[in-house]
C-alpha cells in the first residue's frame, strides 16, 4: 500500500539553525499538509499546499515558516532561525482530494538544544 | 467559533467494548474523522463520517448525528493493542476544508 514518507525520523538542531524537513507524499495525492505535535498536545495544522502554492496556513506558520515542493515528489518544511519551543513531531499528510482522509508520514522528531 | 471535546482519558478491560464520545461546533462540516495514535507515532485513519448514521468496519464502528454535533467511535472485543489515543477530527469547508482536531482520547486497556 502507497504511504507518506518522512525524513529524517529525528533532526537534532542547534538553537538558532536551519531545518528542512522532507516529506515525499502518496504519488496520485494532491494536497499537501504539514503538522505539529508538541509531546503531550494535540496535533496542530501548520499549512496546506494545492498546486503548487498554499492554500491555507495556520497563526503558527509564520514567517519562520515556508514549504516548497521543488520537483513532482518532494515537499519540504523549511523552519529558519529554530528557537527550543519549536520541539516537536512534524507530520507529512497528502490527501487525493478535498473532504477526503488524510494519510500521515511516520513523522520527523525535531529535537532543538 | 470552532470547538471539539472529547475526554481526556479512558480505561477498559480486554475482550469488552468502549464507546469514545465526541461533540463538535464548527460551521462548514463536512464531515468526522478518527485517527488511532500510538505514543510516538503518527496518526492512522480509522473511520469517516459524512452522513448521518453508522459506519462499521471490523471491530470499529463510528457513529454522527450532524444535528446533534456528535459522534462517538465503538471498540469492539478490545485488545491490549488497542491502548491508544483517538483523535476525533472534523473537517471545515469554510476554512478550505481544513482538518479541525480534538485533544484525543487517551485509551487504557486492562487485562
Known amino acids: 500500500e502507497p504511504e507518506v514518507t518522512q525524513t529524517p525520523s529525528h533532526q537534532v538542531t542547534q538553537m538558532g539553525q536551519e531545518v528542512i524537513l522532507r516529506c515525499v507524499p502518496i504519488?496520485?495525492?494532491?494536497?499537501f499538509y504539514w503538522y505539529r505535535q508538541i509531546l503531550g498536545q494535540k496535533v496542530e495544522f501548520l499549512v496546506s499546499?494545492?498546486?503548487?502554492?498554499?492554500?491555507?496556513k495556520s497563526e503558527i506558520f509564520d514567517d519562520q515558516f515556508s514549504v516548497e515542493r521543488p520537483d513532482g515528489s518532494n515537499f519540504t518544511l523549511k523552519i529558519r532561525s529554530t528557537k527550543l519551543e519549536d520541539s516537536a513531531m512534524y507530520f507529512c499528510?497528502?490527501?487525493?482530494?478535498?473532504?477526503?482522509?488524510?494519510?500521515f508520514g511516520d513523522g520527523t522528531r525535531l529535537s532543538i538544544l | 467559533g470552532q470547538n471539539i471535546d472529547q475526554p481526556t482519558e479512558m480505561t477498559a478491560t480486554e475482550g469488552a467494548i468502549v464507546q469514545i464520545n465526541c461533540t463538535y461546533q464548527?460551521?462548514?462540516?463536512?464531515?468526522l474523522f478518527w485517527y488511532q495514535q500510538h505514543a510516538g507515532e503518527a496518526p492512522t485513519f480509522l473511520s469517516y463520517?459524512?452522513l448521518d448514521g453508522l459506519e462499521e468496519k471490523g471491530r470499529f464502528s463510528s457513529f454522527l448525528s450532524r444535528s446533534k454535533g456528535y459522534s462517538y467511535l465503538l471498540l469492539k472485543e478490545l485488545q491490549m493493542k488497542d491502548s491508544a489515543s483517538y483523535l476525533c477530527?472534523?473537517?471545515?469547508?469554510?476554512?478550505?476544508?481544513?482538518?479541525?482536531w480534538g485533544a484525543g482520547t487517551k485509551l487504557i486497556i486492562k487485562p
Open positions: 499528510a497528502s490527501t487525493q482530494g478535498k473532504g477526503q482522509p488524510q494519510h
Open positions: 504519488s496520485n495525492h494532491l494536497y
Open positions: 499546499f494545492y498546486n503548487n502554492e498554499i492554500s491555507e
Open positions: 464548527t460551521s462548514g462540516f463536512n464531515g
Open positions: 463520517n459524512v
Open positions: 477530527a472534523v473537517i471545515n469547508r469554510d476554512s478550505n476544508y481544513q482538518l479541525i
